[in-house]
């Protein structure tokens, strides 16, 4: 189709931190395929730290998922809110029922996007979200060309803006943290689902590793990490050592951000945290175990993605159906040896250069390792 002027624009994206970050180099293209029309993004309203300083956007609509808005009153009344936007298109860009339900009564022009089916016949076009066999910005893209009628796309990779005093409060718990010039590899260890995650045991022994060797080490993650880092640390020889920070359930997703910054590299699991560390420019070393790689791999070329052939991957499963020495054996299978030759090769680039690596625009596709 043609493209068309649009002066209201809304884009829905109610999933967790590492979605609504992939939905970031949408958000610049609209703007620069109409620079003049309002664009307002729906995101859930405890993420709104890296959304809500967005330059492409004019403004966000948020929804208290798991509170105020969380039962069916409440999301009516939201639905009108919506209503009362006008606006000419939504797109949708998260499949379940309730941002499909946004979307299907909002009153607006043209829909398009993703939809269950329930829904799909108050859509003007219904697109596939192909995140299993190409990267889900690609295509978020795809919904911006054929149902959209987008012909420049303008990605830029990820992007995130911090909030006034979000630096200078990292400044202080970073101060805090560390002597000053300390060289601190930063480690995300938990994720929303138990197969993404890489062995406690070897996360501990990749932290003692480099804290021998003089680095500094940051734990990351939310409340919901807290009792997965107490646990890894007991498992290290250097559990309390002074060069040991945690972080993790302590600060803001704009202080996160603002602390990645600070970090030489990133060793996390798939994970929201691992995509703002990419928008942040940090180098970073993941494991994959149940996710597809070409739909969420790290969205930059410095970044190194390690895998296992194994059969069952990519399963897309949030506990592992197999047992005995099969059990997680995606995330068993990738050794610490390989983890740590990775990352100082990383280490080896990157380390002299914190907070001023050059951006490789354009360069998006990682370094893929299959064990």
């Known amino acids: 189709m043609r493209q068309k002027d649009y002066d209201n624009i809304l884009v829905i994206n109610l999933m967790h931190i590492g979605d609504l970050m992939l939905v970031t180099p949408v958000l610049r293209t609209l703007r620069t395929n109409f620079p003049k029309a309002c664009i307002t993004l729906l995101a859930d309203k405890k993420l709104a ?26 999301f009516l ?3 009108r809110r919506v209503r009362r ?26 829909i398009v996007g993703y939809a269950k089916p329930l829904f799909s016949a108050f859509f003007n076009k219904v697109m596939e979200n192909k995140k299993a066999v190409k990267h889900q910005i690609h295509s978020h893209f795809d ?29 202080k718990l970073w101060q805090d943290a560390f002597p000053a010039g300390a060289k601190v590899i930063a480690l995300n260890i938990g994720a929303s689902w138990k197969t993404k995650r890489w062995i406690d045991e070897y996360f501990a ?3 003692d590793y480099f804290l021998e060797k ?41 202080e996160l951000a603002a ?22 420019n940090v180098p970073i070393v993941t494991m994959f175990g149940a996710s597809p790689v070409p739909g969420f791999y790290p969205y930059d070329a410095k970044d190194i ?6 059969a069952c991957h990519p399963c897309g499963k949030h506990e592992c159906p197999r047992e005995g020495a099969e059990n997680m054996a995606c995330m068993k299978n990738i050794p610490v040896k390989e983890v740590l030759r990775y990352a100082e090769e990383l280490l080896r680039q990157y380390e002299n250069k914190v907070g001023n690596i050059p951006a490789h625009d354009g360069q998006y596709r990682c370094k893929v390792v299959e064990l």
């Open 77 to 79: 009344r939201f639905i």
């Open 85 to 110: 936007e006008h606006f000419d298109l939504v797109i949708n860009l998260h499949r379940n029922e309730r941002a499909s339900a946004l979307a299907a009564f909002s009153g607006a022009g043209r």
């Open 259 to 280: 602390l990645l910054k600070k970090c030489a590299l990133f060793i996390t699991t798939d994970s929201g945290p691992m995509h703002v560390g990419v928008a942040m």
């Open 143 to 171: 919904v911006l060309q054929e149902a959209v009628g987008i012909e420049r796309i303008d990605d830029a990779g990820l992007e995130m803006w911090l909030p006034e005093g979000a630096e200078e409060s990292a400044a």
């Open 305 to 310: 993605l390690l895998k296992t052939p194994e």
């Open 49 to 74: 730290d890296l959304v809500i300083y967005n330059k492409h956007i004019d403004g966000c609509l948020l929804l208290d998922k798991k509170g105020a808005d969380n039962h069916p009153l409440a």
């Open 214 to 254: 003089g680095y500094g080490i940051a734990f990351f993650g939310g409340p919901m990490d807290e009792e997965l880092v107490r646990a890894c640390r007991a498992k290290m020889r250097h559990g309390d050592h002074a060069m040991l920070q945690t972080f993790t359930g302590r600060v803001t997703l704009a």
């Open 205 to 207: 022994q990749t932290a």
